[in-house]
């Protein structure tokens, strides 16, 4: 009897998180990305550059340069009403960190300004990954991705497919379901569609942007809901069908959430 109530709860909970809530423009995963720049020597200075540069405003800016500079360069100074940019750099086990956040330009090269005036530039670099992480080494002016693009994915994968996996698993357990078969179910229908929504918002990423990756989750998961939900609905053993379905859509309505906030860190 007290099972039965602490479901029925559970179920009035996930109502009320579908009623319509107050949505925010502002809501939603943010990209980062952060660069370790090597050999940074005193009297150096850096300014990130970008094809797009007109287009954005770095938030904290540290000083006014010269229009004919910015234009030459590139220089990711932007205007006051482009798209803000925050930025910062801290040193990191001997490294230099620059990190970003909030939005990213789609590329990313850097100008080093040295002591004597001269000026040296590295190359572009386009972004490809939600969360991409680069290295520069001022000595040459290399950019480039500190590893490998399919192992970058694949990280990107774990460090939201493993934390959904031990949600949903742990949810799993409160609703009630125990035995082989219901463990073997939930594992196989979470690496199809965990899959899916990862080769998917990869693919897009890689060939429309990081903000068209990020609008594209909405739409598979709500995909994904239907076909978990029928496919849970049918193949959990011990309950109800429509415990099942409750259960597939309380589970991929926390993952989501959790998969948004992952996607910030």
Not at 108 to 136: M, P, T
Not at 144 to 158: C, G, I, T
């Amino acid at each position: 009897m007290k099972a039965q109530k602490v479901f029925r709860l559970w179920v009035a909970a996930i109502i009320l998180l579908l009623l319509p809530t107050r949505v925010y423009a502002d809501m939603g995963p943010k990209p980062s990305l952060n660069i370790k720049i090597k050999n940074f020597e005193e009297g150096y200075k850096l300014y990130p550059s970008s094809k797009e540069y007109k287009d954005y405003t770095l938030i904290n800016r540290n000083e006014d340069l010269s229009q004919e500079f910015v234009d030459r360069y590139k220089i990711l100074n932007g205007i006051d009403k482009g798209i803000p940019i925050q930025s910062y750099y801290k040193e990191e086990g001997g490294y230099l960190l620059h990190t970003y956040s909030y939005r990213v330009p789609p590329t990313i090269r850097y100008i080093c300004l040295e002591a004597d005036g001269s000026v040296r530039e590295s190359n572009y670099f386009q972004i490809k990954v939600f969360n991409e992480n680069l290295a520069l080494d001022l000595e040459t002016m290399t950019l480039k991705r500190s590893v490998p693009l399919a192992v970058d994915y694949l990280l990107q994968f774990l460090k939201t497919f493993l934390p959904t996996l031990a949600l949903e698993f742990a949810l799993l357990y409160f609703f009630g379901y125990r035995g082989r078969h219901n463990f073997k179910v939930f594992l196989l229908i979470n690496l199809i569609t965990q899959g899916i929504l990862h080769i998917t918002c990869s693919y897009v990423c890689f060939k429309y942007g990081f903000l068209s990756a990020g609008l594209t989750m909405v739409p598979i998961e709500i995909f994904i809901i239907i076909v978990e939900g029928v496919y849970l609905g049918k193949n959990l053993q011990g309950k109800t069908t429509l415990r099942n379905v409750v259960y597939a859509i309380s589970a991929n309505i926390l993952s989501f959430l959790l998969g948004i906030s992952l996607y910030t860190i």
